[in-house]
């Protein structure tokens, strides 16, 4: 690894990061008028006008703000707005009656939809513990435990472990199928393993502790291949593997046949999602005090297989997904997966110092900046062709937010230094 492309990789990730992506937020988001975040922009960056906040946009939202101003960014600017949101999220769509938080506002806080998904909430235990850490504010930490305490009541398969994940207001479970009461998912118990983190890192608690040991243990056991070491979509309540299929109530737009159900619909997975993984296993041990050195080999396979399949040699960029022996079927590139093999390629660097790694993020690096940043706006396209031309161009809608991209911008910068003192 040259330090000096080190040092070049930093510098334009910090110039994005200053000088367009936080920009980009911090002046177009804050609804001055209803309360909450704005989070509908066309390919200019102009207000959509749609008519709905989301639990997944306004919180992610949150924890964009909070963890960039834990990070030393916005001179205090980004703390004032999470709690702009913050205000929002907890007079306009916390359930008083039910407890948890309705799935959909419009604008002005009326529900749109009142069904309580687990996905939203493992973002609401995650943006509301990263506000208190940030800001001090123990509104973050009150209503994080909250939530933590719901699922642990309402969620917990005590039979077979996990969590259900799709709910009526009252918390009764969905229906079968595409209702999304019969499955469990990678995507969930990934996202509740993040959220159990930093709820552990702000509270201490021995409870917190447990329960996410308990889901580690359980992604490592049930949820990523037993050979492979990549992530499996979807399961049974038994933890067989089931097709994946598109819910009725959905977190973003991924791509089913017409029959809602995905191709290769038992043998893929997706190579964001497993650097995702990894590089969250190693913070959440890093949380825990625990020796990441046990868990070497499962990272080292899941670095490589991310770095000898999920990257593309001739175009540059992380594919979408493959089968879990190796290979490519969905060719696209997706916002979200560049930004966190980014950090992931840099974790396995840190961790075991590969030249492989390294050119892997070089590669991801300048596919993202010759070709995913919306040159003169200073947000990412959703979703490009292999060659990089954007397909989809909105900047931001309920599923697509800030979370994923300035996260990748902080957390690969603080990589990056430590590569640069190594």
């Not at 492989?356 to 993202?368: D, E, G, L």
């Not at 070709?371 to 490009?384: A, D, S």
């Not at 062709?385 to 931001?396: A, K």
Request: proline letters at 2%; charged letters at 25%.
């Amino acid at each position: 690894m040259d330090r000096n492309e080190i040092i070049s990789c930093r510098k334009e990730a910090n110039n994005h990061l200053v000088n367009e992506l936080l920009p980009f937020w911090v002046t177009r988001i804050k609804d001055e008028k209803n309360g909450g975040f704005i989070t509908h922009f066309d390919e200019k960056g102009n207000d959509t006008g749609e008519d709905e906040k989301s639990l997944i946009a306004q919180t992610r939202s949150i924890f964009t703000l909070s963890s960039a101003h834990r990070a030393g960014y916005g001179e205090g600017r980004l703390a004032e707005l999470a709690a702009h949101g913050m205000d929002y999220l907890i007079d306009k769509m916390w359930d008083k009656e039910h407890g948890g938080f309705y799935w959909m506002t419009d604008r002005s806080g009326k529900v749109k939809n009142d069904q309580k998904i687990i996905y939203g909430h493992s973002f609401a235990i995650y943006s509301l513990s990263e506000y208190t850490l940030a800001t001090g504010d123990e509104r973050g930490r009150h209503y994080a435990e909250a939530v933590f305490d719901l699922l642990q009541k309402y969620c917990v398969d005590t039979m077979y472990g996990g969590y259900w994940e799709m709910f009526h207001r009252d918390w009764q479970l969905c229906g079968p199928g595409s209702q999304g009461g019969d499955r469990k998912t990678l995507d969930v118990h990934m996202h509740l393993m993040e959220a159990f983190t930093t709820l552990y890192e702000l509270t201490g608690l021995e409870v917190h502790r447990r329960k996410l040991l308990e889901i580690i243990e359980l992604l490592l056991t049930r949820i990523i291949h037993p050979e492979y070491k990549t992530g499996i979509p979807q399961f049974f309540r038994n933890w067989s593997v089931a097709p994946q299929i598109k819910f009725d109530i959905i977190w973003g737009w991924d791509r089913f046949s017409e029959d809602g159900q995905k191709g290769h619909a038992t043998d893929n997975t997706c190579y964001g999602h497993n650097a995702e993984f990894a590089w969250l296993l190693l913070h959440a041990l890093d949380i825990l005090k625990v020796d990441p050195g046990d868990y070497t080999e499962i990272l080292r396979i899941i670095f490589d297989h991310t770095a000898d399949n999920g990257i593309d040699q001739e175009y540059g960029g992380v594919f979408v997904e493959g089968p879990h022996s190796g290979g490519v079927y969905d060719r696209e590139k997706e916002f979200w997966q560049q930004a966190e093999v980014l950090i992931g390629m840099l974790d396995g660097c840190l961790m075991f110092g590969s030249e492989k790694y390294w050119k892997a993020y070089v590669n991801v690096h300048r596919f993202v900046f010759d070709k995913v940043i919306n040159k003169g706006v200073g947000e990412w396209y959703p979703l490009l062709s292999r060659q990089g031309v954007p397909i989809w161009t909105h900047m931001s809608h309920s599923w697509k937010i800030n979370y994923h991209t300035v996260r990748a911008m902080v957390q690969s910068i603080q990589r990056l230094d430590k590569l640069t003192e190594t």
